[in-house]
């Protein structure tokens, strides 16, 4: 089960951000600026700002003023000056109606640890059949539907579904960073025929064409009526598709498609048999067409079986007519691709057993495609993509990596960055690579005075055949660098993967080793080395299995069984950003051209497959109240801000004057926002006159604009907001800044005079 909290945390996260910032806005300190523009206008979920446009100013200036206007009239405020208010989160969780598997890394699923290394296809079926029994309920049998019945016989049946795992491959994606690839990402390669869907009688069992014909049938999990089955051929209908049709009632309507009786008359001389007249109008379209009692014809493109005609009154036309109308039908050709009746065409090759007789015995389909292309219109699976039975109820899914539990893999981190320094040994400044664990202590060594000591880091040179070793202890006024004894980076347990260092035995060049990971399923040997070559070389032209990891004097080499063991393709060093993959699941990458990350498993590391349908389901709900700590998914949380559902902000009577109506209350009350420069608005001449306004305004030029925050402009703790320009055109500029203020808040945000 796949714990989705952390989707859910970062959309939470998000929300309490949004609380703390436009819940409860206070009146603004001194110290804003433009950024806090929103906080000026709206005060605990009013509109507390006054807009004011010069008496004599020219219309423009008043439009200008109205898309301010409409943008604080726009404002939502979430909770409330005290923040007041509760959330109420639900984790939500993955599960799987069916059962899951795990493929190793670039290994069939045939190696996956639940089959040990024999098992090569498993089975879902329904109940009381094969592997999956009742795991999947919408896979069905006559023990859950019940039998079909054909002259007083039961004939039992199941539907099942089989996968063969060899077929399922969890592979780095085969792109090249000559093509824009930067990153290695692990997915899922399927080949062709690893599906298959049967349908079929129990105990060998058969049946002619004609005794199916017009039966009832379950078939991916929807009921249908046969239509017509021949050699080579199956045609299902709608479940309602049988019609009994009277010279009393003698129309109906099956999916869209209406359907007219228009009479029964006799087959011809000599005969026994009868034929119908029967009109149907499909999408528009009549025909007519007589159809002999105990055949198909095909009426205005649906297919028409009549089970049965008769005459009831003699003499005459009239009659019943008993009729399998193959509306919404889906046709299963044997050696086709199965095809749905509004023309489309699956990707699912229909077998139909036996082929060269009057019988059937079973319908088989499978995944004809190939899922195994980066690009082009088969792409392989990335993590929550599926393959489905085209009823889309079931398939195979890859949900991504997980640990042998299904959990989220735990890694520990190991940074490695080359760099020169002086490690204490005379004077020499040599080529050295620091190893650092930031995520705990896991370096262990043995230090000059022989203590035993942990830390995070240690310092190695790369010139030396044996390697030279230091710890580095900066906690004093001075660095020291002590000689090491056997340093180890132990990963996970004593009893887990390790890094140490040792000798290139081709190149006698230092290197690290990443050594047999003891928790591997397979205990399979999967060694990773990385390798300083010599510092003069931009990387080493010898290599034939490396894989050059970005650093111009580092090499990233292969170190196991045999270079298939090892998943990672061979680039140049001017690659920027490259991630690989180990099969024990390592990953390796380059960040720029001076460091490279380990990021070692806890425990082997899986592509986790999903047979069945994975579905979402809901945990117990957590209410939490602004202010309050809760745990969720084992971290502590902090609500943050108002959480209350969002509440319109409250337009104050008069949000806009003429500045010959401005009062002294007015201008002590709140934000003022005056649009017009001086020669219009005369409370901005006031501003230029006392020094406040800091702008020159005549002299920004044709067009120019302004947006200025006045701290203290006519009362001690109020602000005004100048909105203006040396024209008209200035003017509707700068208002079209805080008319759309959510596009320019971070460019205003620390700046208290904006010029556009």
Avoid: C
Avoid at 381 to 389: C, K, Q
Avoid at 437 to 461: C, H, I, K, L, Q
Avoid at 507 to 526: C, W
Avoid at 619 to 642: H, K, L, M, Q, S
């Amino acid at each position: 089960m796949q714990n989705l909290w952390k989707k859910v945390g970062a959309a939470f996260g998000s929300a309490v951000m949004i609380g703390a910032t436009l819940a409860g806005a206070a009146l603004a300190q001194t110290g804003s600026d433009l950024g806090d523009y929103n906080d000026l206008i709206v005060t605990d979920g009013a509109v507390s700002a006054l807009y004011v446009v010069g008496a004599n100013a020219a219309t423009a200036d008043v439009v200008s003023a109205m898309g301010l206007t409409a943008w604080a009239g726009n404002q939502q405020v979430s909770g409330t000056a005290t923040g007041a208010g509760t959330v109420t989160l639900t984790p939500l969780k993955a599960s799987a109606d069916g059962v899951t598997r795990h493929v190793e890394i670039d290994h069939h699923a045939e190696q996956s640890y639940e089959f040990s290394t024999t098992a090569s296809s498993d089975k879902l079926s329904g109940d009381t059949y094969a592997s999956g029994d009742s795991l999947v309920d919408f896979l069905y049998s006559h023990k859950l539907k019940g039998p079909i019945y054909i002259n007083s016989t039961e004939y039992n049946w199941h539907e099942e579904l089989s996968i063969d795992l060899s077929d399922f491959n969890l592979s780095r994606d085969t792109l090249d960073s000559n093509a824009g690839d930067q990153y290695d990402e692990l997915i899922m390669s399927v080949e062709s025929g690893s599906m298959q869907y049967k349908w079929t009688f129990d105990n060998s069992q058969q049946l002619t064409h004609t005794d199916l014909q017009g039966e009832k049938m379950w078939f991916m999990g929807e009921e249908y009526t046969i239509v017509s089955v021949t050699n080579s051929k199956i045609k299902l209908g709608a479940s309602d598709a049988e019609l009994v049709l009277t010279s009393a009632n003698p129309s109906a309507t099956v999916a869209d498609v209406d359907v007219v009786m228009g009479g029964v008359f006799s087959a011809g001389a000599g005969s026994t048999s009868y034929k119908a007249k029967m009109t149907l109008t499909n999408d528009g379209t009549t025909e007519t067409k007589y159809v002999n009692s105990g055949t198909t014809e095909t009426v205005a493109g649906i297919e028409v079986y009549v089970k049965n005609a008769v005459v009831t009154t003699s003499g005459t036309n009239e009659g019943e007519v008993q009729a399998i109308i193959g509306a919404g039908i889906v046709e299963l050709t044997d050696g086709d691709y199965l095809k749905f009746g509004d023309g489309t065409e699956s990707t699912w090759i229909v077998t139909k057993t036996p082929s060269n007789a009057n019988r059937i015995g079973s319908i088989v389909i499978n995944e004809s495609q190939s899922h195994t292309s980066k690009t082009g219109d088969y792409l392989v699976l990335s993590a929550g993509d599926s393959i489905n039975v085209p009823s889309n109820l079931f398939g195979a899914t890859y949900i991504g990596l997980t640990d042998k539990d299904g959990n989220t893999v735990s890694y520990r981190t190991v940074n490695i960055q080359p760099e020169t320094k002086n490690l204490g040994r005379g004077s020499t400044t040599e080529q050295v690579v620091r190893v650092r664990t930031p995520d705990g202590n896991y370096v262990e060594f043995t230090d000059s005075a022989g203590n035993t000591r942990t830390d995070d880091e240690m310092w190695v040179a790369t010139n030396q055949s044996t390697g030279s070793f230091y710890w580095k202890n900066e906690t004093g006024t001075t660095t020291v660098y002590s000689n090491l004894t056997s340093p180890v980076i132990r990963l996970s347990s004593a009893s887990a993967s390790s890094i140490s260092w040792k000798t290139h035995a081709s190149r006698g060049t230092s290197y690290l080793n990443l050594s047999d990971p003891a928790l591997s399923e397979k205990g399979t040997v999967e060694n990773l080395s990385i390798v300083w070559s010599n510092a003069t070389n931009k990387f080493d032209t010898n290599s034939t299995t490396g894989v050059y990891m970005g650093y111009a004097a580092t090499n990233l080499d292969l170190a196991g069984p045999s270079a298939s063991k090892w998943i990672a393709r061979k680039t140049n060093y001017t690659t920027a950003v490259r991630d690989y993959y180990t099969l024990y699941g390592h990953k390796v990458s380059t960040v720029g051209t001076h460091l490279i990350t380990i990021q070692m498993p806890e425990g082997q590391t899986y592509g986790e497959l999903v047979l069945g349908q994975l579905k979402g389901t809901e945990g117990t709900p957590i209410t939490a109240n602004a202010g309050e700590t809760i745990t969720i998914g084992g971290e502590d949380v902090r609500v943050g801000g108002g959480l209350s559902a969002d509440v319109a902000v409250t337009l104050p009577s008069t949000i806009g004057k003429v500045d010959s109506a401005v009062t002294s209350a007015d201008k002590a009350a709140g934000t003022l926002v005056l649009v017009g420069g001086p020669a219009v608005n005369t409370l901005v001449t006031e501003l230029q006159t006392t020094g406040k306004l800091t702008t020159d305004i005549a002299g920004l030029g044709a067009g120019g604009g302004v947006v200025e925050l006045v701290a203290d402009a006519f009362a001690d703790g109020n602000y005004a907001v100048v909105v203006a320009g040396s024209d008209r055109a200035g003017t509707a500029k700068a208002a079209n800044v805080l008319a759309n203020f959510d596009s320019y808040a971070s460019e205003l945000d620390g700046m208290t005079v904006y010029e556009v």
